[in-house]
């Protein structure tokens, strides 16, 4: 629980050689629609370059970010429940490994973020 409040994380687990897909719900403290927090995401994540909030209506697919640094997230708001479901896909042998050595590296240096990161590699 952080800040107050309860985040119920789920793992997919799927047939695919790499990727992960998970889904996070929490209650909201007020009623929002989807776009609205897809706006709120947008916001948040808006100098970040390999995540790509999408729109409403919109599911992550592993298969997006297959070979590369992005993390793919929608949102949702259910009114009837007041909760959010935020989904998310990315390669976690990319955005969750190599990429992220990566990215860190390029930070820790100075150098651009995204360097090195833009082109798809792929094994298997």
Known sequence: MLLGVTVSFTPHLVPMTR???STAYVRLREARTSE?????YRESYKAEPFVRVLN???SPNPRHT???NFCDVSTFCDPRT????VSAALDNLVKGAAGQAIQAMN???GW???AGLQDSGLYP
């Open 56 to 58: 409403p209506g919109q």
């Open 36 to 40: 609205q927090l897809a706006d709120l």
């Open 19 to 21: 990727g992960i897909l």
């Open 66 to 68: 297959r070979g590369s």
């Open 82 to 85: 007041g909760v959010a479901i």
């Open 112 to 114: 651009p973020e995204t």
């Open 107 to 109: 930070l820790m240096q």
